[in-house]
Structures are given as C-alpha cells and as structure tokens.
C-alpha cells in the first residue's frame, strides 16, 4: 500500500533514477517553503466531509489500485533504504522483519536482495557456515488483499521468503495481529499516510504489540507541504491535512510534532524525527520539485511498559 506519487510526476515516469543521497540530503529549508507556502492558504480550505468514507472503503479503493497498477515497472524498488536504515541489513544474529503496507513489494525486495548479496561476499574465501544462512525473515501484510503478482518474484520465493497475510488495519472489524512480541523490526514506508487518521493510532498500537521490547519501527512518509500536497485541489481536502485522490485513496501530510506525539501516546521511545527536504529536477520542463519527506525511528522499550 504504498503512496503512488512516488514513481510519478505529474503521470509522467521519472526518467533519472534516484539515489539513497537525493533521498537523504537537505537541499532546502523546510521552514522557507512553509513561508511561501501558508501565504496560499491551503491549510485555511474548507474540508469536504462528503468524500470521507470508512475503512471498507479504503481497503475496496486499495484492491482496484493494485488491479490496475499491476505492472512491474510502476513501482521503482526503494534501494535507498538499506542505506537509510542500516538496522536492516546490518546484522549479527537472526531478524524477523514485518513490512506493514508491503504492496507490490518495492521495499521489501531491495533490502532482500542487499542480503543476498551480502551474504555472497562474504562467503568468498571462506565457507559460509549453516548458522549464517537464513537470518533474514521478512514478513509482509497489506490493507489490499489482491496476491503478489506473478512477476515479482517466483513461487518458491514467494512460498518460503515472505509471508504475506492480508490485515485489515480498521478495529470495528476486530481483526488483530497475532505475533505479539515476536519482531524485532516494523517498517512502515508510505504506508501511515494512506489511512484515515481516526485510525491511526490503533495501527500503532498493533505495531507496538508485535515488537519485541528494544524493537525498532522504521518510518518514512510524506511530509507537511510535499509538493504532492501542493497539487490537491481544495475539493479533495477531506480531513486536515488529509486528501484523498481521483482513486479513492488518502494521502496525509506529517509533521514531526503529530508524529511523534502518535508514537509516544503508543508507548514509543523516539530516535529519529525530522523532514528531508529534496529538491529534484525535473530537466525536460526545466523545473525544480520539492520533496517533503518524515524520517522517522521509534523504539519499543524494555522493562514493564513494552508488555502492554
């Protein structure tokens, strides 16, 4: 389920591939762009609660998104994330990985294959032992519940390295998940922002209660005046900072503050929090696009708290 601005701008591909430095770096100051933008009066539009619609809904809008965008070159693989979060692929010892809102597969895949190939290195000049094979468990779930499609990896991949159950993120359907204390890292990649904030803090809580005490969430989404947000016209505004597209999907803005204090209220301890702001080019209409982006890491503390 991941946000779907991401390969395209403007429905058109980008033509550059982009690297886990664009990804990073602060190319600007994310306080001059609030200074242009809250002139325009974006945040001051009236909401349109007509187009605010449950969470069955949101599941349905998710599974006719993955019908039509089945294409394996939608989606560009995330690379930049085995940069971004080390934790993932600097190991010593077996991990078990939940991806929640897998999608089509762009993070998981990357950080499969960086293991993959890390692992073959070391092996050269000297035997890989049985104990360092297999140390990577990933696991997938998604508010869609259309099937990894067929060319995303082949059917042994699919059977034996990732477990993909549909979750249905919305509580009034009492669905839960049920490895309770049994990962040592969630990553959440675009995924936070596509569901309605009402619902958000039980999808934290579920989170909390599958990580292991000293377990890490992993979190990148949009951010407060991405230049995605600047492109919703004011009838698609259907909450506060929160849009939903042409598709029936929903895109919501972070900021560091509402972030955090959505972790903390869950029984996080906060690492990491703060806006990367990228400016990409976009050279065949000579213009500059600015990218607004939360990083993000939250951990699980040990002791008494991290059981509840």
């Known amino acids: ?8 701008v403007d429905g058109e591909q980008s033509k550059q591939p982009i690297t886990a430095r664009q990804y ?3 190319d600007f100051c994310w306080e001059d762009l609030r200074d242009i933008v809250q002139p325009q009066g974006m945040e001051d539009q009236p909401i349109n609660l007509g187009g605010l ?8 809008a998710w599974d006719k998104f993955h019908q039509v965008h089945a294409k394996h070159d939608f989606f560009k693989e995330r690379r930049y994330l085995v940069k971004e ?6 190991f010593d010892r077996a991990l078990n990985v939940l991806e929640i809102g897998c999608g089509t597969g762009s993070t998981v895949l990357p950080i499969l294959r960086d293991f993959v190939l890390r692992k073959a290195c070391k092996s050269v000049g000297s035997a890989m032992t049985a104990d360092e094979d297999g140390r990577f468990f990933p696991f997938v ?15 042994s991949c699919i059977d034996s390295s990732c477990h993909r159950p549909k979750y249905d993120f919305y509580p009034e359907n ?12 969630v990553t959440m990649i675009f995924t936070l922002s596509a569901i309605p904030p009402q619902y958000m803090h039980h999808v934290v ?15 990148r989404d949009y951010g407060l005046y991405d230049m995605t947000m600047q492109r919703f016209s004011a009838r698609q505004k259907v909450g506060e900072r929160l849009y939903q597209r042409c598709d029936g999907t929903y895109s919501y803005f972070f ?41 993000a890491k939250f951990v699980k503390p040990d002791g008494p708290a991290a059981h509840t």
């Not at 619609?53 to 949101?58: A, E, I, Q, T, V």
């Not at 009492?174 to 890292?185: E, L, P």
């Not at 906060?270 to 500059?288: D, G, M, R, S, T």
């Open 24 to 26: 990073f770096y602060q």
């Open 174 to 185: 009492g669905n839960q998940f049920h490895c309770v204390n049994g990962m040592d890292i």
């Open 53 to 60: 619609c449950g969470g069955d809904h949101n599941v349905r």
């Open 141 to 155: 779930c998604d508010i869609s519940s259309e099937k990894l499609p067929g060319w995303l990896c082949c059917s």
């Open 205 to 219: 809580k579920e989170c909390f209660s599958v990580l292991k005490p000293g377990g890490s969430i992993l979190f």
């Open 255 to 295: 900021t560091p503050d509402v972030l955090s204090s959505l972790f903390k209220d869950a029984g996080f301890v906060e690492e990491e929090n703060h806006f990367c702001c990228v400016e990409l080019k976009n050279h065949q209409k000579q213009i500059a696009m600015k990218r607004v982006w939360i990083h």
């Open 85 to 90: 979060f080390p934790d993932l692929v600097t």
């Open 1 to 8: 389920m991941p946000g779907h601005e991401e390969p395209y």
